[in-house]
């Protein structure tokens, strides 16, 4: 398993702008956090909050 340096960091605008313009181009959740370099619960748990939808696939 990868180590995340960022474990805790608070969010960003630009990531958190980032995560939902990935998020509706239909990208996976695996895809989207290697792209934020955040841990899979760490995204599924943010859009959770943002109401952002995440496609199922991995």
Same mark, same amino acid.
């Given at each position: 398993? +990868? %180590?995340?340096v960022r474990h805790k960091q608070?969010?960003? @605008?630009?990531e958190l702008a980032?995560?939902?313009r990935l998020a509706e181009k239909g990208m +996976?959740?695996?895809a989207i956090a290697k792209a934020l370099t955040r841990s %899979?619960?760490?995204?599924?748990?943010r859009a959770k909050q943002? @109401?952002?939808?995440? +496609?199922?696939l991995h």
């Amino acid at each position: 398993m +990868a %180590e995340f340096v960022r474990h805790k960091q608070p969010w960003t @605008g630009d990531e958190l702008a980032k995560l939902r313009r990935l998020a509706e181009k239909g990208m +996976a959740l695996r895809a989207i956090a290697k792209a934020l370099t955040r841990s %899979e619960e760490s995204v599924k748990d943010r859009a959770k909050q943002d @109401g952002i939808k995440i +496609a199922k696939l991995h």
